[in-house]
T-cell receptor, first 108, second 113 residues
Framework: GQQLNQSPQSMFIQEGEDVSMNCTSSSIFNTWLWYKQDPGEGPVLLIALYKAGELTSNGRLTAQFGITRKDSFLNISASIPSDVGIYFC????????FGTGTSLTVIP | DAGITQSPRYKITETGRQVTLMCHQT?????MFWYRQDLGHGLRLIYY???????DKGEVPDGYVVSRSKTENFPLTLESATRSQTSVYFC????????????FGDGTRLSIL
């Protein structure tokens, strides 16, 4: 199946710091999605990107669709404790593929 | 309230037993999906369905059976459960086509002893 390389695998940051994570693929995609999963719950869609170069924000979250269409980036500004969770990138293709996730811990 | 619901939330069973996980969505979404989530593997697609009576295998279909007699329901059955099927199972749905974002249920945590 399609492999999405997501990094970093985990992050431990102080409250108030900014966070950056990215996802890369060897294939070109027309859509990139970012999800967050809270403990004990299912993933929830944060941001959807449909155009190469697109930069989209959702509150303190900003995601970008890479120009090559092979990557995407997610940034979180001024992190707060409720940002804790696992963040997944995802792309639709013949099937739906998810990255392996970035586990974020925010230290108050 | 509209949404996607999974049942049961937790299940413990024994090796060799048959177990069915239920998934129900109220959006009338065409597509439905079953994933399993394990440490180190992220979300892996088991089966998906584009419409009622249409199902296809995903990345890890062995040991699982699905059906979709009605648009709103997509049950997943383990015909003879094995310990390797201990996992958290998520159902998801999306509208129109498989390129649309998926919406997930809260999961079923399944333990097989």
């Amino acid at each position: 199946g399609q492999q999405l390389n997501q990094s970093p695998q985990s992050m431990f940051i102080q409250e108030g710091e900014d966070v950056s994570m990215n996802c890369t693929s060897s294939s070109i995609f027309n859509t990139w999605l970012w999800y967050k999963q809270d403990p004990g719950e299912g993933p929830v869609l944060l941001i959807a990107l449909y155009k190469a170069g697109e930069l989209t924000s959702n509150g303190r979250l900003t995601a970008q669709f890479g120009i090559t269409r092979k990557d995407s980036f997610l940034n979180i500004s001024a992190s707060i404790p409720s940002d804790v969770g696992i963040y997944f990138c995802a792309v639709p293709g013949n099937q739906f593929y998810f990255g392996t996730g970035t586990s974020l811990t925010v230290i108050p | 309230d509209a949404g996607i619901t999974q049942s049961p939330r937790y299940k413990i069973t024994e090796t060799g037993r048959q177990v069915t996980l239920m998934c129900h969505q109220t959006w009338s979404h065409s597509y439905m999906f079953w994933y399993r989530q394990d440490l180190g593997h992220g979300l892996r697609l088991i089966y998906y369905s584009a419409a009622a009576d249409i199902t296809d295998k995903g990345e890890v279909p062995d040991g699982y059976v699905v059906s979709r007699s009605k648009t709103e329901n997509f049950p997943l059955t383990l015909e003879s459960a094995t310990r390797s099927q201990t996992s958290v199972y998520f159902c998801a749905s999306s509208e129109m086509n498989s390129n649309q974002p998926q919406h997930f249920g809260d999961g079923t945590r399944l333990s097989i002893l």
